[in-house]
């Protein structure tokens, strides 16, 4: 039996995605499912940008747009879930077990997080569509974003890369949207990416904008590193993220940049204290 295709456009609300999925359906594209995996974790202004996406498109067409949910919340993974070691290592023979609960803070060679909040549901969900019809998938790639695509190369089945083909850089992609009146409240202002809030790979100065703006988050992120047997990120804890981020606004309002061996050596000094 010949499968009918059915084109879903990966959608997570950012800049790429959110100018894939306008200009298909202003070009008369075929969409037939948008999909947004809702990991519970992402900014309020994204989540109104996504509302606010799903009105403008009923100009274009009657698809709304499909929040996926992982099978459990973030706070599951991170504190709960029961993980088997399948080999000793230097941590498991630390805590004297084979097993332990909760994965902790992902980190650049376990993001566990996108697995089991992201790609796992997405899969579920699609599995079942998989049965009766051939699945195309619409991928907000960016075309100057080469270190994805060459991660991509040998997973073009049955994938498409319409930004990639327009010639959309990323700074295409956020100006066509701001053109469309998509501004985020502003997140685009403050951070490079609008994805979950609480992530340890965030620059410096992006966490130095959390701690400062969005002050409930830190505090969130606070009582999550002090309940985990994991450390936020490899070279600090959010405590000392807090406690450097506020030499360096002491040492502004004295007039004094907070760069160099002095300030670092203060910084060292403060850490080492608490």
Not at 36 to 49: A, I, M, V
């Amino acid at each position: 039996m010949i499968k009918k295709d059915l084109f879903v456009c990966s959608f997570s609300g950012g800049k790429d995605s959110t100018a894939l999925l306008l200009r298909l359906l202003e070009s008369g594209m075929p969409v037939d499912v948008v999909l947004f995996n809702d990991t519970g974790l992402e900014f309020e202004q994204l989540y109104e940008h996504i509302n606010k996406v799903e009105q403008y498109i009923t100009k274009y067409t009657d698809v709304g747009i499909t929040r996926v949910l992982p099978e459990h919340p973030f706070e599951y993974y991170f504190f709960d879930v029961l993980i088997h070691h399948r080999k000793q290592t230097k941590f498991n023979e630390r805590l004297g077990t084979d097993s332990h609960n909760g994965f902790s803070w992902p980190g650049p060679k376990m993001r566990w997080c996108t697995d089991r909040l992201k790609t796992r549901p997405r899969t579920q969900f699609l599995r079942d569509y998989r049965k009766e019809y051939n699945i195309i998938e619409y991928v907000g790639i960016a075309a100057d974003e080469e270190y994805r695509l060459r991660r991509k190369i040998n997973d073009r089945e049955n994938k498409r890369y319409p930004l990639v083909d327009w010639g959309m850089t990323e700074a295409d992609c956020l100006q066509y949207c701001y053109d469309r009146g998509f501004d985020w409240g502003g997140l685009y202002e403050k951070f490079s990416r609008v994805s979950c809030w609480c992530c340890p790979l965030q620059s410096l100065p992006e966490l130095r904008v959390l701690y400062h703006e969005f002050p409930e988050h830190w505090e969130q992120l606070k009582k999550w590193d002090n309940k985990t047997y994991g450390q936020f990120r490899i070279d600090y804890s959010v405590e000392d993220l807090e406690k450097r981020f506020d030499l360096e606004d002491t040492w502004r309002a004295a007039g004094r940049e907070p760069k160099g061996k002095a300030f670092f050596t203060a910084l060292c000094e403060r850490l080492e204290g608490s």
